[in-house]
């Protein structure tokens, strides 16, 4: 049975939170993961996407993922937790992990993107670099800034 139509989804919804004891799963507004708690954050799950979106959280869990010191240290983090969604979904839920693959491919281009954005230097627009946790600085014109954290996995999407 490919988990694609809404009963699939919801099922394995259920079976997801059954086969994670460890982990508290609570309706919120947005996909996050918090590592204090144990706790991942998510919208009722009513498509496929959000299902991915799902298992990808239980990725952080399962790799025991906390708070991160760098945004290369959270981009490889977040493309951790799609490897293991990716291999966890494909071998115990059965859903067509082309898809997932490109959902995967969506989120950590939305990533790379954002990390990108906030890298470049408000004065002069050459990338900075990270001398310490969202703290920015440019080699051009020397002007500092502070980024803003990450809050929740589910970034906006931008289109390539
Ligand atoms: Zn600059
Ligand atoms: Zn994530």
Redesign the pocket.
């Known amino acids: 049975m490919a988990a694609t139509t809404m009963q699939s989804i919801s099922l394995t919804t259920k079976q997801i939170i059954i086969d994670y004891p460890g982990i508290n799963f609570v309706i919120g507004d947005v996909f996050r ?1 918090s590592s204090e708690s144990q706790t991942v954050t998510h919208p009722a799950i009513d498509n496929i996407e959000q299902l991915y979106q799902l298992l ?2 239980v990725g ?1 869990a399962q790799l025991d993922h906390k708070d991160y010191s760098s945004g290369a240290e959270l981009l490889r ?2 493309r951790d ?1 799609w490897a293991y969604a990716t291999s966890v979904l494909v071998s115990n839920y059965q859903i067509p992990d082309s898809e997932l693959r490109q959902s995967a491919d969506d989120a950590l281009y939305s990533y790379q993107n954002w990390l990108h954005q906030r890298s470049l230097c408000p004065s002069c627009g050459a990338v900075g670099i990270e001398k310490s946790k969202n703290n920015f600085h440019c080699l051009v014109c020397s002007q500092s800034w502070k980024a803003n954290d990450a809050r929740s ?1 589910q970034l906006k999407r931008y289109k390539k």
């Open positions: 993961w990808h959280e952080h983090m977040e937790a996995c």
